[in-house]
């Protein structure tokens, strides 16, 4: 069972350029979640879907966009890169059942927009 | 505004006890997680508090006190493998988690 898997692992990008960082889940979790993490700040919701064919917008989601075709596949694009979106993001995905809803994420992907 | 307020940076010995706190302003309370994340990995879940008292899980245990705005993790018989950054999070009443920057821990032998 590989859980979540991101790609790629990291990525260089010139300022301007379009990027699709990719993310699939193979637990049959309804909810997916993107994350991007900055030094000395905490993980920050960019948008989340709580199911198939439903997203929404988490506290940073300009310059963001995603899209939930299927249970299993949440990619995040980036339109025109800028230098600020430099950062690690996370994808994780939860079951929305039971009390604790845990999240689990994914390995990440490390991106330098130039 | 929301607030997760974590220590920076901790050090500890190996076979020692450390107390991570987390104090916590949110809109709503919907449970509160603790997570290990070691460098240059993703975070990993590691406990969650949803009502006041203690939650033991082997050599780890977490405490919550609403009335407070207060957890912490209580890490037991630390070993080298421990050391890693340590969220802390809470689910607020738009069912988002709300995120500490992460406690850093260094332990020394």
């Known amino acids: 069972i590989a859980g979540i898997t991101q790609a790629p692992t990291s990525q260089i990008l010139a300022a301007g350029r379009r990027m699709t960082l990719r993310c699939t889940q193979d637990m049959r979790h309804n909810a997916m979640y993107w994350y991007r993490q900055d030094l000395g700040l905490g993980l920050r919701l960019i948008h989340y879907s709580n199911t198939a064919g439903t997203t929404g917008k988490g506290e940073v989601p300009d310059g963001y966009s995603v899209s939930r075709a299927n249970t299993d596949d949440f990619p995040l694009t980036l339109a025109s890169a800028v230098p600020s979106q430099t950062s690690v993001y996370f994808c994780a995905s939860s079951d929305r059942a039971g009390d604790a809803d845990t999240q689990y994420f994914g390995p990440g992907t490390r991106l330098t927009v130039l | 505004g929301q607030n997760i307020d974590q220590p920076t940076e901790m050090t500890a010995t190996e076979g020692a006890i450390v107390q991570i706190n987390c104090t916590y302003q949110?809109?709503?309370?919907?449970?509160l997680f603790w997570y290990q994340q070691h460098a240059g990995e993703a975070p990993t879940f590691l406990s969650y508090?949803?009502l006041d008292g203690l939650e033991e899980k082997g050599r780890f245990s977490s405490f919550l006190s609403r009335s407070k705005g207060y957890s912490y993790l209580l890490l037991k018989e630390l070993q080298m493998k421990d050391s890693a950054s340590y969220l802390c999070?809470?689910?607020?009443?738009?069912?988002?988690?709300?995120w500490g920057a992460g406690t850093k821990l260094i332990i020394k032998p």
């Open positions: 508090n949803v």
């Open positions: 949110t809109s709503g309370f919907n449970g």
């Open positions: 999070a809470v689910r607020d009443s738009n069912y988002q988690l709300i």
